[in-house]
Nanobody, 115 residues
Framework: QVQLVESGGGLVQAGGSLRLSCAAS????????MGWYRQAPGKQRELVAD???????TYADSVKGRFTISRDNAKNTVYLQMNSLKPEDTAVYYC?????????WGQGTQVTVSS
């Protein structure tokens, strides 16, 4: 079994920064994609950013230039540095780990950006 443990969520003022972390443990295939999704009330879950084991990244247009995703393969940990936060970034953020048809999710962490 695979477990994803998230940390770093919280309340921040608009324009501020947060750094999310997600550490995966268990039987993890070497070549995987880790990422962050978010879901705001009344909205669909959307991809924020993801990163492959070879460090290829993908970002949602809404966060490009503000968020940076990174990973430490030795620790099976993914990070999301969120700068210049906006109230529209408020959501539950979910860590994701996947390869092929295998997909795992973290428990979600609340990020609230006050105006």
């Amino acid at each position: 079994q695979v477990q994803l443990v998230e940390s770093g969520g919280g309340l921040v003022q608009a324009g501020g920064s947060l750094r999310l972390s997600c550490a995966a443990s268990g039987s993890i295939f070497r070549f995987n994609v880790m990422g962050w999704y978010r879901q705001a009330p009344g909205k669909q879950r959307e991809l924020v950013a993801d990163i492959t084991s070879s460090h290829t990244t993908t970002y949602a247009d809404s966060v490009k230039g503000r968020f940076t995703i990174s990973r430490d393969n030795a620790k099976n940990t993914v990070y999301l540095q969120m700068n210049s936060l906006k109230p529209e970034d408020t959501a539950v953020y979910y860590c994701n780990l996947r390869w092929s048809t295998i997909n795992y999710w973290g428990q979600g962490t609340q990020v609230t950006v006050s105006s």
